[in-house]
């Protein structure tokens, strides 16, 4: 059939059309070359949409109910994630798709436990149970998810004490802690990346700013990695997320926000 069969859902969270054109604006000075989407965008063959996923309670929708939007299909109010208003557990794609067969991917400069990612394939009362949500994606066995958020995985970090990093081992799950590790990560197992105690830093500090940070992997060295993971695979979807754009605009940190679209750009 003419199905699609490999679908890779990309979100640069939080982005405004005024960030979107400052972005490009830095690009054709810093890169010579405008934004690779403006690129895309020129493309006869590209579709271009409007699509509504606003929150079911709040004309100001949060990233976890425009997820759910996409993640399950259902409007739901802000802060919860696949549950409606009433409590009711919502079914989702990344449910469906796994019973299905297909490879189930997430990626983001987030934590991994955030409300874009965990939008497409957990289900709790309120986006901020990042431990849930962690525990969550082992019992519903996600091919592949790289992020941040180490503390909601380790024994020493969790409120309930639970080795779930030692878990995800059993179930033979490779876990990465380093671009090194995802550079050599097997293709015979499942990923669990964890880059970050929290969110991946922001690319501008990457480059040296003032905070100092350890090395990470770029959202780039992530999706290359993840398409070496599943060239061979028939069926995949991957959800995408350059998150920390968002982040950038709630500071009102322009810099920030600019080098992390720039960064999702490079990734697409």
Not at 75 to 80: A, E, H, L, T
Not at 111 to 123: L, N
Not at 220 to 232: D, K, N, Q, Y
């Amino acid at each position: 059939s003419d199905l699609p069969r490999r679908i890779i859902h990309m979100v640069a969270d939080g982005m405004s059309s005024g960030i979107l054109a400052c972005a490009n604006q830095f690009s054709e000075l810093d890169r010579g070359r405008p934004l690779t989407w403006f690129q895309l965008i020129d493309q006869p063959s590209t579709r271009q949409a409007v699509m509504n996923v606003r929150s079911q309670n709040s004309l100001v929708t949060d990233s976890s109910a425009s997820s759910c939007a996409w993640g399950s299909g259902v409007r739901i109010p802000n802060g919860k994630v696949n549950q409606t208003s009433k409590g009711q557990k919502l079914v989702t794609l990344y449910e469906l798709l796994g019973q299905a067969g297909w490879k189930r991917g997430l990626v983001t400069t987030t934590e991994i436990t955030h409300a874009t990612p965990a939008g497409f394939i957990a289900c709790v009362s309120a986006r901020a149970n990042g431990e849930d949500i962690a525990t969550q994606y082992l019992e519903r066995r996600i091919d592949l998810a790289l992020g941040g958020a180490s503390n909601h995985f380790r024994a020493d970090k969790r409120k309930d004490k639970r080795d779930l990093l030692g878990d995800f081992r059993r179930l033979e799950y490779a876990i990465l802690r380093s671009p090194s590790d995802l550079a050599s990560a097997p293709r015979d197992q499942r990923w669990l990346g964890v880059f970050a105690e929290g969110h991946i830093p922001y690319v501008v500090d990457q480059k040296g700013g003032l905070t100092k940070v350890a090395p990470v992997p770029s959202l780039a060295a992530m999706i290359r990695a993840t398409l070496r993971r599943f060239s061979t695979e028939d069926r995949f979807v991957l959800q995408v997320e350059g998150g920390r754009v968002d982040h950038g605009c709630h500071n009102n940190d322009a810099a920030a926000a600019i080098h992390e679209l720039i960064a999702f750009d490079q990734a697409i």
